[in-house]
């Protein structure tokens, strides 16, 4: 079964801590995986995508194919950074295009 | 960057009344349109994916009859929640994928929360 597992719904860390954001999937194919974050009262919207490889806002997240998780990362945590994640996947969809598989989310909260 | 709005932000309605939301790409074309349901504390459950011209693909467990979808343009699709209940209540958002994009991204609209009283 196609699945994306987020563990924690909520984590709560110190300004300048680091931060990491578990992400685990359950997918047979190649899979391609997303970290979409929600500040407050805003849209949904894209902050990283595995394969961009790229690091946007100081963070990071790097595919695992053994572990078959796609983790959030940022070594140094900034108050603004408090948001809700999302972590999903695309699989092929009956429509032929793609769908995603989102996680539950977990909210992420810096604390000063 | 694209723009994805929806109209109204939020609606009050009576219970068995119809709701209409709108989705429209602002400054793209969009092949293709998703709609959303976003329970409190929850993640996003994908209702239905619809194509520009052709009849929606609905998700399992959702009424196609109950939430009708409309793609009659590249910029615009339509969800129409029919003789809503309190049940129906929540957050419905929609995205968009841009034609010839690049990969799989779509941008989100900002959500319309709808209330069947």
């Known amino acids: 079964a196609q699945r994306v597992t987020q563990p924690e719904k909520l984590l709560s860390v110190f300004k300048g801590a680091p931060v990491e954001l578990k992400c685990n999937y359950s997918?047979?194919?190649?899979?391609?995986l997303f970290w979409y974050v929600q500040y407050s009262r805003q849209r949904l919207q894209l902050l990283l995508r595995?394969?961009s490889r790229e690091s946007i806002k100081g963070f990071t997240a790097d595919l695992n194919k053994g572990e078959t998780s796609f983790h959030l990362k940022k070594p140094f945590a900034q108050e603004e950074d408090s948001a809700m994640y999302y972590c999903?996947?695309?699989?092929?969809?009956?429509?032929?295009?793609?769908?995603?598989?989102f996680g539950t989310g977990t909210r992420l909260k810096v604390l000063a | 960057g694209a723009v994805v709005s929806q109209h109204p932000s939020r609606v009050i309605c009576k219970s068995g009344t119809s709701v209409k939301i709108e989705c429209r790409s602002l400054?793209?074309?969009?092949?293709?349109m998703f709609w959303y349901r976003q329970f409190p504390k929850k993640s996003l459950m994908l209702m239905a994916t619809?194509?520009?011209?052709?009849?929606?693909?609905?998700e399992q467990g959702v009424e196609k009859d109950k939430f009708l979808i409309n793609h009659a343009s590249l910029t615009l699709s339509t969800l129409t929640v029919t003789s809503a209940h309190p049940e129906d209540s929540s957050f419905y958002i929609c995205?968009?994928?841009?034609?010839?994009?690049?990969?799989?991204?779509?941008?989100f609209g900002p959500g319309t929360r709808l209330t069947v009283l």
């Open positions: 995205s968009a994928r841009e034609a010839g994009g690049f990969g799989n991204e779509q941008f």
């Open positions: 997918y047979s194919g190649s899979p391609e």
């Open positions: 595995h394969i």
């Open positions: 999903a996947l695309i699989t092929p969809h009956a429509s032929g295009t793609y769908k995603y598989i």
């Open positions: 400054d793209f074309q969009a092949t293709t």
């Open positions: 619809s194509n520009e011209g052709s009849k929606a693909t609905y």
